[in-house]
Every structure is written in C-alpha cells, then in structure tokens.
C-alpha cells in the first residue's frame, strides 16, 4: 500500500500545483494591471483588498456567523476577535488621526433615526442571507448560491439608499461627536473590553476561547485596514463601491442624477464620471470577491458549491434581504466593516450606536431565516 502512495503523490502534487501557480499568477496580474492603467496606489489598494478577501475566507472570519453564534448558542468567540481586530486598529489609527488630520480621515457619521433604523433593518437582513456587506461579497466571491443571488440588489439597494439619503437624515440627526487623543484612544478600549467582558459572562461553558485561526485573522485583518487607512487615507469600507458600480451604469443608460443630493454632490459626481479603477472602496471591494475565488479556487480546484433546494419564498426573501441590506446600511452610514469595524476603530461614537441598534436586528432576523425556508424549523 505505501508503494502505491507514493507512487501516486507526486502526480497529485504536480496535478495540484499548475492550477495552484496559475492563482497567484492570476492574483498578481490583476495587481499589476491595475498599477498599470491607473497608478501604483491604485494597484496597492487591489492587493490590499486581495489580503482581506483572502484572509476572511481562507481563515473563516466573518461578522454575521458570530453574531449569529452569540445569539443562538452563546459561543462569543467570533465576536471576541472582531473586538480585537478593532482594539489593534484603534491602537494605531487614532494617534494617526490625530497627528495627520489634514491628510487622513476617520469612518465619521451622524447619529440619528435614519442611522439607528438602518442599523436594525440592516442587522435583521443580514442574518437572513447570513452575510453583511464584505459577507456578500466574501459568498459571492466563493461561489455561495445565495451570496450570489444576494449581492446584485445589494448594490441596487445602496444605490438607492444614497439616491434618498438625504431625505432620511432630514428627519433628524445629532452633529458628529468623535473620540480623539489619548483620551479618545483610552475609552474606545475600555468599551471594547467591557463588550468582551460582556460576551465573556454571558458565553456557554467551553466557549471562551478564541481560536488560534481567528487571533491570526484578527491581526492580519487589523493589518490590512491600517494599510487601508494608510494608503487610501480613509477607512476601510464596503458599501459606496457597490452603489457606485450601479451609480455608473445609471448614468451611462442615460440617468440623470442630479435629483440627487447625494449622487450630484462634486465629490460623488466627480467619481460617478471617473474610471472605476480609481475609487478606493470599490477596488478593496473587487479584491474581497477576487480573494475569496482564489481561496475557494485553491482548496478546491474550482468553485463547485451546489444550488441549495429552497422554496421560492426563500429566494423571494433573498431578493428582498439584499436590497434592504444595501439600502439600509447608506441611511446608517455603513455596514459591519465601515460603521462597526471602522467607526469604532476611529473613534466615531456613531460606530457604537450602530453595533447596538445592528445587533438588536440580528436576533429578528436570526429568527427570521426559517420562517422564510432558508433552513429547517427547530
């Protein structure tokens, strides 16, 4: 038997390293050609988003799982390590921050009624098509049925969302407060302790543990959303890049625009009419969906995940979540990555109001899911 084994291994090895070569060729032309046609930062950024991408599907880091897991069966590991990833973030952009103002700016917003609904609607959709924004494009990227389906209207509905923002905010919001300094520095981390602390009291027996893969994806996510901050000289984000792509194809199907406060704004004009390769959120966002092929790709040898046997109503209610999620996450001015993840990790208080409002959602909509036939009843 050993003889036939090894015999066999290195025809598999080479079976698999031609295709596996051919992904990072694949990774690095796309790198390449993007510093090529519009600027090496450019083409930095595509990498940057590559990292992301790989590093949410290769070592299984999302947001909508954890919280689902917190909800469901009190396991707040997943959870524990976003805080994490936040705290490290923290540790560096606000110093930036506060030293670079004129050249580096954090995921600030408002806190108002349009925000916290958009957080709750987002939160509960989210659970329905268990992905939030980088989580759509993370199962679209790795050939999810559902992420699929789901992303389209994703950015159809962020389209909207933005198309009508400023209608939402009329209805009422606070000025922008923001934690800076060493002070700022010193209460986001108690906040994220005393969440952790939280988690940690209200966790299952056996579950308190991170696990190693998360600590590493933790570290190398924080990494990338520095470099983000660094190079973009912005936050990570998520949901403007798919609104725009929709924005772009109005416009040259002959939309007008300019009914739009948001869309005829210079700056979201400016970029509506400029080469896609040369928006920053947009190119992490094409690396989150280049990142998870490749992984899906490498541990596979091809994306191959079958059509899940769901009523129509599931796919109905896939439809109807994607739309919500884009819609509302532009009257909450973000989603996981850019309101939670980024808000807090620079010091926006509206990062705080979001986490809570999105969380409350989720335990609707993690209830949701089976009422609609996206899994069977308990």
Known sequence: MSAVVNQSAPGEGRGRFLPRFGLIVLAAVLVASVAALAGARFGLMLAIGLGIGMTLEGLRFGFAGPWRAMIL????????????????????ALPLLASHGGELVGAEAPIGFAMIGGAFVFGAAMQVVLGC??????????GNPVGLVALPFFAIGSFFGA???LWWTDLGAMPIMVLE???GLAITLAGLAAVAAFLLWRAAPGTRAIPRRLILAAVLLAVFAIANLLVAGQPWGVVYGLGLWVAKGAV??????????????P???????????????????FGLIAGAFLV??????GLSAPLPKLPARAWAATVIAGLLLGYSSRLAFGCNVGAFFSGISTGSL?????????????????RLRPILGLEPRT
Not at 296 to 301: M, N, Q
Not at 350 to 366: K, P, T
Request: proline fraction near 1%.
């Open 163 to 165: 198309y009508h923002l």
């Open 296 to 301: 899906a790709s490498w541990r596979a040898g």
């Open 73 to 92: 069966r009190r396991e707040p590991a997943g959870i524990l390590a976003q805080l994490l990833a936040i705290a490290i973030v923290a540790i560096v």
């Open 267 to 285: 700056g979201n004009a400016e970029r509506v009419g400029a080469s896609v390769l040369t928006d920053y959120t947009s190119l992490t966002d």
């Open 133 to 142: 924004g980088s989580g759509t494009l993370i199962n679209a990227g790795s």
């Open 350 to 366: 509206h990062g705080w109001v979001w986490f809570a409002a999105a969380f409350a959602g989720s335990w609707y909509g993690v």
């Open 181 to 183: 300094g060493v002070s």
């Open 252 to 265: 040259g199907l002959g939309a007008d625009l300019s009914g739009s406060g948001f869309w005829s704004a």
